[in-house]
C-alpha cells in the first residue's frame, strides 16, 4: 500500500471512530441491558449499533478491503480475507463499559500481509483518541490538541509495567518477570495499555490470556507507529490473519523489545 493511501485513510478513519463513540456514549448514559454470548463475555446495544456504523462508513470508502469485526464475527458472519483486510472492535473492554469506569475504546484497524499498518483507538468517555499508521507515525489527540507520540526507553529504576484491570493473573504475571527490576505495576482497561506504551508513559504490556485479533490490532497499529512492538512468547512479531483470529501470548513493549 502506498504511503499516501495509509495517511488518507487513517485521516478517514477519525470521523467514524467518533460517530461510534458518540453513539457509545449515548447508550453509557442510558439504562442498558447487558446479555452474555455464546463465549459468555459480555456484549450491549452500544457494541452491535457502534458496528454497524463502523460498518456502513468503512464500505463508503474509496479502497475496499474485508473486515473482520467482533459482533459480525460472533454471529457466524466471517468473510474470506485476502493480504490487506479491517479488524474492528467497536466497543472494546465491555467490562469497562458495564461498571461504567471509562476505560474502554472504539477500535478499527488495518491489516496488510499479517501486520497493522494503521489503526485508530478512541476512548469516547475520557476524550482521547490515539492513531498511526507506518506511513506517518502516531499521534494522541484531543479537543484541544493533536501532538506526535513515540515510545521511551526503560527508565534505569525499573519497568512500568501495565496489567489487565479485568483480566489480570498476578501469579503468571509474577513468573514473567522475575528477574527483571520493576518499577511500577498499574492496572488499566482495554487496548489503551498498547497506547499508553506508545505515548512513552509505561514501558511494557504483557497479556497471558486470551485475546482476539480485533482486541489489540488497533493499538498494535498505534504502537508500531511509534516506534514499539509486539512479541509472542517465542520472540517473534505477533502476527494476524490466524485461523480463528485468535492472538497467543504475548508482550508489547516501547523501545525495547522484551525478549
Known sequence: MQASDQLTLLEALLPIAHDAGKLIMEVYQSDFAVRGKADASPVTEAD????????????ELPLQFPVVAEEACAAGEIPEIGDCFWLVDPLDGTR???????????????????????????APALGQLYAGSLAGGAFYEDSSDRRPIHVRAPAPDGLDVLASRSHGDVTALEKLLAGRKVRNIVNAGSSLKLCLIAAGKADIYPRQGRTMEWDIAAGHAVLAAAGGQVQTFEGGP?????????????VASGQQAFF
Open 48 to 59: 452491535e449499533k457502534a458496528e454497524a456504523i463502523i460498518l456502513k462508513a468503512l464500505a
Open 238 to 250: 505477533l502476527l494476524y490473519g490466524k485461523p480463528g483470529f485468535e492472538n497467543p501470548h504475548f
Open 96 to 122: 469497562e463499559f458495564v461498571n461504567r469506569n471509562g476505560e474502554f475504546t472504539v477500535n478499527i484497524a488495518l491489516i496488510e500481509h499479517g501486520r497493522p499498518v494503521l489503526g485508530v483507538v478512541l
